[in-house]
Structure formats: C-alpha cells, structure tokens
C-alpha cells in the first residue's frame, strides 16, 4: 500500500550540505509518522530523526541535534532531510520508514530501535562525506 522513496544521496565533503528526500506514494488514511534512519557497515542502525507527519513536529538523535533539520511538504507527501556541516562519521546509509507505534510511545530516536515497529522501508540512499 505505502511505499518510500529516498532520494538526494551522494558525495558531499566535510563541512557541507545535503538534502534528502523522502517521498511517499500508495494510499494511507492515517500517516502520524516517519523516520529516518542510518547505517553505516557493521554499525547499528540510528534514528537520526523521528517526524510526527501530521502535528509536523520532528525530534532528532543526540548525534545530530542541530545539524539536521527535518520539513515536510504534505502537498508532495514528502518529507526533507537538510544535512549541514556534515562529518565523515555522517557517512551511511540513509532511509525512511513508516513508523507505527509514534502514538503510542511518541518520537523516538537514537540507536536500539526495534525494527518491527516500523515498516514499508525504503531502498536507501547512500550519504558519503569525504574530502
């Protein structure tokens, strides 16, 4: 029913900016959230940021707390990922999810995340900040 496509990945160096895309398309009467996630080889999968799509109101992991910004564009059924001064250790794999369980336990983020409380995954879109 629901699918997500990621989008604006590539190379990028230290210190610059990024924007991601995460589109929606299928039908879905209630979408309250999304999340973004990373991975980097052998790494554990993080929440950078978790969206309550329809208060648009977005949390952010620790690790990325003032550097990435999240909006969204209900009109596209699109939500934006604004990578800036981006670190080497931003280096990952980038997608989105549905998440199913925000109204029950609100936004959550960081690492340690339970995976079945989220599906209809993206592809990815890869991220590699490099000089």
């Known amino acids: 029913q629901l699918q997500f496509v990621e989008s604006g990945g590539g190379l990028v160096q230290p210190g610059g900016s990024l924007r991601l895309s995460c589109a929606a398309s299928?039908?879905?009467?209630?979408?309250?959230?999304i999340a973004w996630f990373r991975q980097a080889p052998g790494q554990e999968a993080e929440v950078v940021v978790c969206i309550n799509y329809s208060d648009e109101i977005a949390a952010y992991a620790d690790s990325v707390k003032g550097q990435f910004t999240s909006s969204v564009d209900k009109d596209e059924n699109t939500v934006y990922l604004q990578m800036s001064r981006v670190k080497p250790e931003d280096t990952a794999l980038y997608y989105c999810?549905?998440?199913?369980?925000?109204?029950?336990?609100?936004?959550?983020?960081?690492?340690?995340?339970?995976?079945?409380?989220?599906?209809?995954w993206g592809r990815g879109t890869q991220v590699t900040v490099s000089t």
């Open positions: 999810a549905e998440d199913r369980y925000i109204m029950k336990r609100g936004c959550a983020t960081g690492r340690g995340r339970d995976r079945s409380e989220y599906e209809f």
């Open positions: 299928g039908f879905s009467l209630y979408l309250y959230g």
